[in-house]
């Protein structure tokens, strides 16, 4: 049976850190990296922001590879299990604690990571949201992340954001997609509750 757990509730996100702790950094994370790497070095070390970053699995490899990071969350207790882990690089990291719904990111940023979050922000948010992220991007630089589908089982709440494949397209435009790969399947969470997973695993370059 499909649960329906309050995500929005600090000690979910304080049981979700504590089940996912110490997992590796995500893929869509991986591959844009790879990428970055591919390319020329620059002089000063890249910047990168790491949308809802919880406690930190990515924002502790792109520091751990010399980035900075600003990471941002909606969430106290992500920055206080962040800034307690003993494999965090700190020099580097500007922690935010800011909601998607208030958004406010530099400019020159090149690359905004957004993990298995942006379903959290509010539908009427996200077209602003999606428009920050690519204002703050620079010419070439790098989105990656999930969009979660109009299939998964998250669309019963109406706080959620989800898009079709068209829409996804759509929002992908002014980027060249390197990398878009869409799941679809039963499985549950990682604090184990059952759930309909439909996500479009993306890494996009904008179009300089
Ligand atoms: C599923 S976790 C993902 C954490 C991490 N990126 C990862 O891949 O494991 C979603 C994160 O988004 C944050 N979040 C949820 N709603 C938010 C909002 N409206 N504004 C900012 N952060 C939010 C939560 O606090 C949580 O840390």
Not at 19 to 47: H, I, M, N, W, Y
Not at 49 to 63: A, I, K, N, P, Q
Not at 87 to 111: T, Y
């Amino acid at each position: 049976m499909m649960q329906t757990t309050d995500h929005t509730s600090g000690q979910h996100w304080v049981n979700y850190y504590k089940a996912v702790e110490g997992r590796p950094p995500r893929e869509t994370l991986l591959k844009a990296l790879a990428t970055f790497d591919s390319e020329l070095s620059p002089k000063q070390p890249r910047l990168a922001v790491d949308l809802g970053c919880g406690d930190g699995r990515d924002t502790v490899e792109l520091l751990r590879r010399g980035w900075r990071v600003i990471a941002i969350d909606g969430e106290q207790k992500a920055f206080d299990r962040l800034l307690n882990r003993s494999d965090l690089h700190r020099e580097l990291l500007e922690p935010q604690l800011m909601r998607f719904e208030n958004l406010a990111l530099p400019n020159n940023v090149d690359l905004v990571n957004a993990s298995f979050c942006l379903t959290f922000c509010p539908p009427d948010c996200f077209p602003s949201l999606w428009q920050k992220v690519l204002t703050a991007l620079k010419p070439g630089g790098r989105f990656c992340g999930q969009l979660f589908g109009d299939r998964d089982s998250w669309t019963k709440f109406p706080n959620r954001t989800h898009h079709t494949h068209t829409q996804v397209e759509t929002l992908l435009q002014p980027y060249e997609v390197e990398w878009l790969e869409e799941e679809e399947h039963p499985g549950v969470t990682a604090i184990g509750e059952e759930k309909y997973w439909h996500l479009f695993h993306i890494v996009a370059r904008k179009i300089a």
